[in-house]
């Protein structure tokens, strides 16, 4: 399974961007998704998960503001995030987890994307 992932950039406080997750493969749709973030000299948090049958999940930091969904035509795992902050700067990484059960836990997920960069500037 190949990720890749696109849409970061720089956005000031309060704007928004769409993260893309592109994956390869066809059986995207037997595949649980996630996000996580890595920021500067912080260890890599859970930001949001989809289940096979697109139930969600997301840390209090982000609930309300972020939005995962997937489009399993496309083969796309989607990251709409809203009302950014500058705590919300960060490598954006998508991951694949094949097997097992839906997980907010990064060891859990066996295939990862290359990661993409969200500034926010206040």
């Known amino acids: 399974v190949q990720l890749q992932a696109s849409g970061g950039g720089l956005v000031q406080t309060g704007g928004s961007l769409r993260l893309s997750c592109a994956a390869s493969?066809?059986?995207?749709?037997?595949?649980?998704m996630g996000w996580f973030r890595q920021a500067p000299g912080k260890e890599r948090e859970f930001v949001a998960a989809?289940?096979?049958?697109?139930?969600?999940y997301y840390p209090d930091s982000v609930k309300g503001r972020f939005t995962i969904s997937r489009d399993n035509a496309k083969n796309t795992v989607y990251l709409q995030m809203n009302s950014l902050k500058p705590e919300d700067t960060a490598v954006y990484y998508c991951a694949a987890r094949p097997g097992g059960s839906n997980s907010i836990s990064s060891p859990a997920y066996d295939y990862w994307g290359q990661g993409t960069l969200v500034t926010v500037s206040s």
């Open positions: 493969g066809r059986t995207f749709s037997s595949y649980r």
């Open positions: 989809i289940s096979r049958t697109s139930r969600t």
